[in-house]
């Protein structure tokens, strides 16, 4: 059973340009979830989404950042407009239920910023 | 506001030893506890502790959570260099999905 899968690994983008990045859940799997990693910082939770719905984006900037599951694909959380400080770790994760249900990772998305 | 926090932040033993990680949580309406390694990749999945005093066990590895006093232990026996990793404990709150980690206990075991 395939686990989370994350593209790409590892992404270069310029100040000012669009970063896309895309989750796969594990089978099954319909909930998922965005969390960030700045560097020497932990994880911090951005957003909660269900197929074509988010349930919470309370930790989600307010400007430049967008997220979506749609109905058939995977999950893509969007920066518009990169800048330095968005340079970090996004991770996704997946869980077979609803949120009571145990969060599995993918391996990340290393975005850098020039 | 909620917050997990992790000690020692980083921990230096050699193989065979023993030892704990901590994790206090002070978290809104909290539900649940849970244990991850995390390698050069993905966090890992060890333990979810809903109940208190209740021990979990996976080889190793063990876990237990005290609600009254807030907090849980990570205990790892007969320590391998395998076993070097960041260790992250995240605390989930009641009716989201949200987890709220702390930052982690840099475990590196020497030969």
């Known amino acids: 059973n395939a686990g989370v899968m994350q593209n790409p690994r590892h992404l270069v983008r310029r100040r000012g340009q669009e970063a896309r990045l895309r989750c796969s859940p594990m089978k099954g799997h319909s909930h998922v979830y965005w969390y960030r990693q700045l560097p020497e910082e932990g994880l911090k939770f951005m957003v909660y989404l269900q197929k074509e719905n988010i349930i919470d984006e309370s930790g989600m900037p307010k400007e430049r950042f967008s997220a979506e599951f749609p109905k058939e694909g995977p999950s893509i959380l969007r920066i518009q407009q990169v800048v330095r400080g968005d340079s970090a770790a996004y991770f996704c994760?997946?869980?077979?239920?609803?949120?009571?249900?145990?969060?599995?990772f993918g391996p990340g998305t290393r975005l850098t910023v020039l | 506001e909620d917050k997990v926090v992790q000690s020692p932040l980083s921990l230096v033993v050699h193989e065979g030893d023993t030892v704990t990680l901590n994790c206090s949580y002070e978290?809104?309406?909290?539900?649940?506890l849970l244990w991850y390694k995390q390698e050069k990749k993905a966090p890992t999945f060890l333990f979810m502790l809903?109940?208190?005093?209740i021990e979990k066990k996976s080889g190793r590895l063990s876990s237990i959570l005290d609600k009254k006093e807030l907090f849980s232990i990570l205990n790892i026996t007969a320590t391998q260099t395998g076993d070097s990793a960041i260790y992250l404990c995240?605390?989930?709150?009641?009716?989201?999905?949200?987890?709220?980690f702390g930052q982690g206990t840099t475990l590196q075991v020497k030969p």
């Open positions: 995240a605390g989930i709150p009641s009716n989201t999905g949200k987890l709220i």
């Open positions: 809903t109940s208190s005093g």
């Open positions: 994760a997946s869980s077979l239920g609803s949120y009571t249900d145990t969060q599995y």
């Open positions: 978290v809104t309406n909290f539900r649940s």
